[in-house]
Each structure stands twice: as structure tokens, then as C-alpha cells.
Antibody, heavy 120, light 107 residues
Framework: EVQLEQSGAEVKKPGESLRISCKGS????????ISWVRQLPGKGLEWMAR????????LYSPSFEGHVTVSVDRSINKAYLQWGSLNTSDTALYFC?????????????WGQGTMVTVSS | SYVLTQPPSLSVDPGETARISCGGN??????VHWYQQKPGHAPLLVIY???DRPSGVPGRFSGSSSGNTATLIISRVEVEDEADYYC??????????FGGGTKLTVV
């Protein structure tokens, strides 16, 4: 079964750093891209960034560039989303999703989501 | 940046047909994807490339696209279809873009 398994919920203070993960299984990890999607409480979906798992080439939404970093570790089939310094406004549910380089197929596999709470 | 516009909400009776619209400039030149999201769950792809249905998605779900508007059609709506629905496209300038979402209520 093709799956993306995300790391558990996090509670952090403003200014702290954080890295959350997304582990792929049931498929060849390097054959796909991984995107990260944010969902603020009670709000819609926002695309943040994507990374080619084959070579770590990444692209960012202007809304998030410089505030987050995406990476992959192909040896353990994991993708990561990290923050160097969290803000309270980063409190949200974060999803990873798998898609191909061909944009015609959408995002067919999603992780279960990681809730990040940033509060002093 | 590219913008997709959806109605915030739609209410239908069980057994009726729900039509959720998604508007965007030049939409006819893009592949539109649709996602269903129930509370506390990850989004689920229900239609890709305007009108194709992933395996496992009920045949009641279909899609169409014409001009600047794409439509998700849910026939014979069931109570379990109550959810938020999002359209999505890839734009060469904005990358992946989601619509604002439509809350479908089955009354």
C-alpha cells in the first residue's frame, strides 16, 4: 500500500526551530515529488513548497520562501519541512502530498497531517 | 499570482445533484483537480485532469470544464458526501494553486 506517514504533533515556543517529517512507503520514493501544504485553523489549503525526491531540487511559494526549508533523505525515504524560527502565525496543520512531475494527475497520496502549535 | 474562485458554501438535499464551480482565467488550458476533505482528515483526490476519477472514488463523482469554469458534479448526493471541496491547478507562474474551498452541506 502506498502511504505517506507524517511525524506527530508538535508544541513549540516562538523563536524555536522545528523539523517535521513525511515517510514514503509502498513505492519508489525517488520517482515522485513531495509537496507541503498548510492549513490554518478553520481555513483552506495553501501550497508551500515542493521537492523532487530524486535530486532534492526544490521550489517555494513566495509566501513561504525564506521562512521554511524542504529537504529529503533518500536513504530512509523521508521528506522534511523545517523552520529556523517559528512564529505564532505558523500554528497550523501541515500535510505532505505526493505527485509526479506531470501536473496532470494532481496529488494522489497525502500524509495524515502534522499539527504544529506555536505558543508562548 | 493565479487565483481560483469557488463559492464558500452549497447546500443540497440527499439524492439531489451538487454542482461546485471553480473559476479561473484560462482554465480551459489547465488540468483541474478536485479534493474532498472531511473534518480531521487529509484531502482526498476525487477528480484529476478535469474529469478523470481515481480508482476507489464512487462513480457519482464527475467533473467538467469549459471556458474559465470547471465544475465538480456529485450525483445522488449522500450524507457522507458532506465535506469541504477544493479545486486545484498548476500554473507556470504560481506553481500549485488551490481554490478557497466550498463547504458542501447535505441537509
Amino acid at each position: 500500500e502506498v502511504q505517506l506517514e507524517q511525524s506527530g504533533a508538535e508544541v513549540k515556543k516562538p523563536g524555536e526551530s522545528l523539523r517535521i517529517s513525511c515517510k514514503g512507503s509502498g513505492y519508489t520514493f525517488s520517482d515522485y515529488w513531495i509537496s507541503w501544504v498548510r492549513q490554518l485553523p478553520g481555513k483552506g489549503l495553501e501550497w508551500m513548497a515542493r521537492i523532487d525526491a530524486s535530486d532534492s531540487y526544490s521550489l517555494y511559494s513566495p509566501s513561504f520562501e525564506g521562512h521554511v526549508t524542504v529537504s529529503v533523505d533518500r536513504s530512509i525515504n523521508k521528506a522534511y519541512l523545517q523552520w529556523g524560527s517559528l512564529n505564532t502565525s505558523d500554528t497550523a496543520l501541515y500535510f505532505c502530498a505526493r505527485h509526479s512531475v506531470t501536473t496532470s494527475y494532481g496529488m494522489g497520496v497525502w500524509g495524515q497531517g502534522t499539527m504544529v502549535t506555536v505558543s508562548s | 499570482s493565479y487565483v481560483l474562485t469557488q463559492p464558500p458554501s452549497l447546500s443540497v438535499d440527499p439524492g439531489e445533484t451538487a454542482r461546485i464551480s471553480c473559476g479561473g482565467n484560462g482554465l480551459e488550458t489547465r488540468s483541474v483537480h478536485w479534493y474532498q476533505q472531511k473534518p480531521g482528515h487529509a484531502p482526498l483526490l476525487v477528480i484529476y485532469s478535469d474529469r478523470d476519477r481515481p480508482s476507489g472514488v464512487p462513480g457519482r463523482f464527475s467533473g467538467s470544464s469549459s471556458g474559465n469554469t470547471a465544475t465538480l458534479i456529485i450525483s445522488r448526493v449522500e450524507v457522507e458526501d458532506e465535506a469541504d471541496y477544493y479545486c486545484q491547478v498548476y500554473d507556470s507562474s504560481s506553481d500549485w494553486v488551490f481554490g478557497g474551498g466550498t463547504k458542501l452541506t447535505v441537509v
